[in-house]
């Protein structure tokens, strides 16, 4: 089954950089689109970073020029490199996958458990 793993969350002074990861298993990992997703408290869950499956990203425009997705297909592994922190970013984060080209085309089916990211 599919199975989504993050880590990397924690706490960190505003300015900061984090990188959080995604362990996926249990699915032909090229041919499924990736994203990001966060939750902050009392706030709706919104779509943060996607990358397609032939490797291109999209972002939300608050954090474009200050995000960046990856995935490396060798080790099944998604990325987000966050710099430039602000506590407006603080949230749990959530990583998702479907079998879709473009996961910002969703709705999306798997969803890893979330790790927490707080900036003050």
């Known amino acids: 089954h599919v199975q989504l793993v993050e880590s990397g969350g924690r706490s960190v002074q505003a300015g900061g950089s984090l990188r959080l990861s995604c362990a996926a298993s249990?699915?032909?990992?090229?041919?499924?689109?990736m994203a990001w997703f966060r939750q902050a408290p009392g706030k709706e869950r919104e779509g943060v970073a996607y990358?397609?499956?032939?490797?291109?990203?999209t972002y939300e425009d608050s954090v474009k020029g200050r995000f960046t997705i990856s995935k490396d297909i060798a080790t099944n592994t998604l990325y987000l490199q966050m710099n430039s922190l602000a506590p407006e970013d603080t949230a749990m984060y959530y990583c998702?996958?479907?079998?879709?080209?473009?996961?910002?085309?969703?709705?999306?089916?798997?969803w890893g458990q979330g790790t927490q990211v707080t900036v003050s």
């Open positions: 249990g699915y032909r990992y090229a041919s499924y689109c």
């Open positions: 990358i397609s499956t032939d490797g291109n990203p």
């Open positions: 998702a996958a479907d079998f879709l080209q473009d996961c910002s085309r969703g709705p999306l089916n798997y």
